[in-house]
């Protein structure tokens, strides 16, 4: 199959980047100092490639991921960096072989976790983050009432969420180092030999954790483009021209096709005026038919809304000479496999 | 199945309300002064429930759309009112005997209906938002054209998406009339009996349109709520509170469960701080493992990243309750069948 012949919007992913990628990111966080996050693709596909860059363990964000990593034969070492209150289909999993570990920060998650046998836990602690996560002189108190039910206590996470996107690096420096003083005396009181934090925006910064959760780092999006890492864009919103006038073109890549959260798309060379439900409007016009490459604004939302992404011989080549190239070569196409609960 | 039984997030929507958003549309424009838009719900069984009020013809805006309303007996009259290079698959729902009308706006799109099988068409006239649409100077020209190349040619459409959101009525009145009169202009070169336009926005407003093509009518959503129209808010995110402190709560339904182009979700008797990918942060806090329903800002996006909807029995008596009477029943479960492409 052709380039020209996939079903417009789809998603592109190039090869090249792909690898360039897991390269970068293996070279600097090896093996287990990198829990790569799966909610930002939710392919497992790509992370069995993110096994064969020598990461085993995962952190997953919904029992969704977990189960269809499990299926997939990834569930070595799975992290649910996330609070349930009904952890049965999470006991399902460790008892078909999966090892599991589920985030709490409370006496009602701790008891989630026990009634429904999940046996490994990190305390989930708030670095400054206003979401979930206890508060930090609570973390002991909450390891002690684990322990005390028979969970084992695997460490501590603690997500700096408020600094991963800041775009001048000395205040994602003093960010990250206030959130992992928090985390790290927590640790003091919690024990175990984990120490989860950090995203994609952190990964060199975050010196203090003994793992790194990044996900965006693999595809890349405009969001942490501006940070300046050494990943690139590797996935793209391809979509066909199917409205043009004298000042502005229309493709049929949309709302539906875009995670929106973090504002509009970018196209190369072009400027996005708006978009709607299965259109984006862009200036200057287009030639119709022609294939044009939108970059996502925020990655993951944006999987969330696709079936599966194809894999483009050569899609860097083709962005860079600015040619549609609608005879490249779609190598392989994956499904977006762990999307929904 | 009881509403305390549901995976969270899930779409929950109140039968009673969806009854009297249908009806309440049926009085005002029956039959087929109703060209229902099925993007807004992307679910052939809503559809049904539509057609069951009256309206037998309905507005798509992609050929999947078409493709899931033709397999589920609703391929009577189905207007696909967006522009395609490649009508071939369309081609092949009308050889297998449904009524596909397709929108065009050049010449290339004519091109396409006609090698493609499409048989019947709408020239789509620019009536002011700069999307899909031709110039109105060259509306005759393009039936013309499509007429010498075997076309049928319908009538007309033009959708006043710029104006279909103003929440001043007086503006929205004026909008209209202005996008009207561009569109019965182009109307006397293109002849044909259909004039399609509008949404819910203008539904009572445009009285110069032969047929509608509202959506949001019937499920509803923030945006549209603020324009006071008959309608009422019949779907929501159910999600469970996860993680709760003294000054706020956690539920779990994020970015990947709502549409975000019109900003934050709202949850009555809260303030919403912020979504993540999967959580959603707002205050007061709520008691830990208690639901809450999140109404979303845009409803087509939503329904597009849920694989199903809930007709939950008696939620709007739950909501005004302000209880979560998790023992409300599920009554039936639709499949949101019409997503992708």
């Not at 994609?200 to 780092?217: F, K, L, R, V």
Request: glycine residues 10%; hydrophobic residues 45%.
């Amino acid at each position: 199959m052709l380039l020209g012949d996939l079903t417009t919007p789809a998603l592109v992913v190039d090869p090249g980047t792909l690898q360039h990628n897991l390269t970068a990111m293996a070279e600097a966080l090896p093996g287990e100092r990198l829990r790569p996050h799966v909610k930002a693709h939710k392919c497992t596909s790509l992370a069995l490639r993110q096994r064969e860059a020598g990461h085993r363990s995962f952190t997953c964000a919904t029992i969704r991921e977990c189960e269809g990593m499990a299926a997939a034969g990834l569930g070595e070492d799975l992290l649910l960096a996330n609070e349930v209150l009904d952890a049965r289909r999470l006991g399902a999993l460790v008892e078909a072989g999966a090892r599991i570990t589920l985030a709490v920060d409370s006496e009602e998650t701790i008891a989630a976790a026990t009634s429904g046998g999940v046996r490994e836990v990190l305390i989930d602690v708030n670095v400054g983050l206003p979401r979930c996560g206890c508060a930090p002189p609570d973390a002991g108190r909450l390891a002690d009432l684990a322990r005390a039910r028979g969970l084992a206590v695997r460490g501590v996470m603690g997500y700096e969420g408020h600094v991963v996107g800041l775009e001048e690096t000395a205040e994602r420096i003093a960010g990250c180092t206030a959130s992992m003083e928090i985390l790290l005396a927590a640790h003091e009181q919690v024990g175990g030999s984990l120490v989860s934090a950090g995203g994609t925006g952190t990964y060199a910064i975050n010196t203090w954790a003994s793992e790194i959760q990044a996900g965006t780092y693999v595809l890349m999006d405009t969001a942490y483009e501006r940070l300046g890492l050494p990943f690139r864009q590797a996935v793209f919103v391809v979509a066909t021209v199917i409205s043009s006038t004298d000042g502005y073109a229309v493709a049929d890549c949309g709302l539906k096709a875009l995670g929106m959260d973090h504002g509009n798309p970018s196209i190369a060379g072009s400027e996005v005026w708006f978009c709607s439900d299965e259109h984006v409007t862009f200036a200057p016009a287009a030639p119709l038919g022609s294939r044009v490459f939108v970059l996502p604004a925020h990655l993951d939302p944006t999987l969330a809304l696709h079936e599966r992404l194809h894999l483009v011989e050569g899609l860097a080549d083709v962005l860079s000479a600015g040619a549609p190239a609608k005879d490249a070569e779609v190598l392989d196409t994956w499904p977006i496999d762990l999307r929904g609960w």
